[in-house]
């Protein structure tokens, strides 16, 4: 379940990017993706609390070729393409990485991994994919305030996932003290 949570949300993350128009708050522009795509980092991490390190880059992988299928299928050009698969082995392996290091409850270790995992995301995908020297999507002007709104809505879902994981593991901890 935890897999196929991971991917799913990939999938709808770029159907939901494709299908509507981003959200503009004065300077910040923030794809209606980017709620899922900040969970996917949680999602990752999860797989990768039941799964090991070794397993979840066989999943990214796995999630990486379904990301460009469905992107390629949604008619994105190859720029996009290209950098949204960039910026998700960037993302996807710090955020990785970070989790395995981080000596910390589940919560943190999702919370920080993705905050950093989420940065990056926001940045090469924005300048790689969007900007003059990608696909010209957005001018140089609209790519700070790109790359900020982003970074906010990604920090956003992490800090609401990792809320709900630490009151689930406190839950759990509690129950099984009980018992």
């Given at each position: 379940m935890r897999v196929l949570l991971y991917l799913v949300s990939i999938v709808i993350a770029n159907v939901v990017t494709a299908k509507f128009a981003p959200l503009v708050f004065g300077m910040f522009i923030i794809p209606m993706g980017t709620l899922f795509i900040g969970a996917t980092f949680i999602f990752r991490d999860i797989v990768q609390n039941k799964y090991g390190r070794k397993k979840t880059y066989f999943i990214i992988f796995t999630a990486l070729i379904l990301s460009g299928i469905a992107s390629y299928l949604l008619g994105d050009t190859l720029m996009i393409v290209a950098a949204?698969?960039?910026?998700?082995?960037?993302?996807?392996?710090?955020?990785?990485?970070?989790?395995?290091?981080l000596k910390l409850p589940i919560a943190w270790r999702v919370f920080y991994s993705g905050l950093v995992g989420g940065f990056l995301d926001s940045v090469v995908f924005v300048i790689v994919g969007l900007s003059p020297i990608g696909a010209n999507i957005l001018p140089w002007a609209a790519i700070p305030g790109a790359i900020a709104g982003q970074i906010i809505a990604k920090t956003i879902v992490q800090m609401i996932g990792a809320?709900?994981?630490?009151?689930?593991?406190?839950?759990k901890e509690k129950n099984i003290v009980v018992q």
């Open positions: 949204s698969a960039l910026s998700f082995l960037i993302s996807e392996t710090a955020d990785t990485e970070i989790y395995s290091r809320l709900i994981l630490n009151r689930a593991y406190l839950v």
